[in-house]
Structure formats: C-alpha cells, structure tokens
C-alpha cells in the first residue's frame, strides 16, 4: 500500500509540475496496481481528466471515463465522470450528437440532480448546433418550464431568440423557410421577452445586438444602428459592433441618395 500511496503522491507532484505525460502514466500504475482501492479508483479518474483537459487525449480520456461508470455505477465517482464525459463531448469536442445523447441519458438518470438545468440547457443548445430548431425550442421551453427560477432559465430565453435569428437563414428543408421576414419579427419577440424578464442581465447586449441584426434583415436599418449605438461600450467584441455601425451607416447613405 505504501508503494502505491507513493506512486500517486508521485503522480501529484508531476502534475503540479507540469509534466502532464508522465503524471498520466503515475496515475495509470497506480489504478493498475490498486484497481479496487481509493487511490486507485481516484487515479484513473485524475488519469483521463489530465488528458482531456492538459495533452488533448480526448478519445482515451472518454474510455477511462466510461470505465468508470461502468465500474462505479451511480456512485459519487461515477456521476464525476459522467458529468466529465459530457463535458468533453460538448465543450472540447464540440461533438453536438454524442453530447446531445449524454445529456439525455444522464437527466433520465438524475432529472432532480443541482447540475439539471445546465445539462438541459446544453440539450438546447446540441440541438440547435445541429439545426434541429424545433427540438431546440422544445428543450428550452422544458427548462423554462421546469426551473423558471434558475440562471439556466434566463439564458433559455435568450437562446430561444438566437433560434429564430439563426433560423432566418432560411436552412434547407426547414418549415420555417417560406416565411422570411416574419422568422426575423419573432426573434425580435423572443429577444424583447428576454429583456423584458431579465433587463439587468449581463448578456443583455447580446439580447440587442441579435435584435439589431434582425432589424437589418427586415431593412429597418435606423432601428438596427440605434440599438448598435446602445451597445457599443458593452457587447463583447466591441469591434464587431464597430463594423456593423459603420457598414449600415454606409447603406443608410446610398439608400438616401
């Protein structure tokens, strides 16, 4: 026991070292050598996440993790790691279909679980990487519904404008595509809908410039630039407010000529 005690101590202290590689084969030794035990069962944990998150291992860090649940079951443990594998799928991977059906797995298991809202929040949002609007809607309509209280719940009303302002894209095969200009007039809804129970929100320029961008596919350019104006000290990138200001002002002046 004392050996394996001292290879993941030894592990540890590569890893705060830095040396990503040879902490991941510590904590392999010792998940090996202790394969039932804490320190062991720890180990393989520490082992995938060092290799997901440091040395971009994503696919046997995801093999490590589900041998874990596998082993673990609905353990403390386990839940880690199924929580980990999701976040590799969603936010590393960007792998909008095997996130998707994680998160739907994982809320069967644990629908009352604290992390809840943010998993179905991300179901939202796999389904709108992946085009399906209705099914976006579908999910964060569910979240509103079922946490209305939470933050997850505030960011579902925003998302639920970008659905309608992506969908003005008019995506082949979608319903939505015949009807042009009133895709954008709902987005502006949902936006307002956002603003209106959330105005101090700290993605709210976000909420304005998704409106403003809509005001610009409806020609409704002097609305689209006041709402630009607005934002111009608070949106993200600034820079892209700048560009849009100054290309809209440009066919402000054409269309006046």
Known sequence: MDSVKNRYLLAEKLWSE??????????????????????????MLRSAMTQTLFLKEHAEAIKKLSRIVEREG??????????????????????????????????????????APEFQLRVGKCHLSRWAFDSALEAFDLLIKRWPDSEQSALAMLERGNVWL????????????????????????????????????????????????????????????????????????PQAVQIKLHRLNERITRRSR
Do not use: C, N
């Not at 386990?78 to 059906?101: H, N």
């Not at 809908?193 to 409704?220: D, I, N, T």
């Open 74 to 115: 609905e353990s403390d443990l386990g839940w880690e790691a199924q929580k980990e594998i999701g976040e590799v799928y969603f936010s590393r991977l960007e792998s909008w279909s095997a996130a998707l059906t994680h998160y739907q797995q994982i809320l069967k298991k644990r629908p009352d679980a604290p992390e």
């Open 18 to 43: 830095g040396s990503y590689s040879a902490a991941v084969l510590e904590f392999d030794r010792v998940s090996r050598r202790d394969p039932e035990g804490d320190l062991g069962r720890r180990a």
């Open 166 to 237: 992506i969908r003005g894209e008019q995506r082949p095969g979608d319903r939505f595509a015949s009807q042009g200009k009133e895709v954008y007039r709902e987005a502006i809804r949902q936006y307002e809908v956002f603003l209106k129970h959330h105005p101090g929100h700290s993605r709210a320029s976000e909420a304005l410039f998704g409106m403003a961008s809509a005001y610009e596919e409806l020609e409704q350019l002097e609305q689209a630039v006041s709402l630009y104006e607005r934002i111009k000290a608070s949106y993200p990138i």
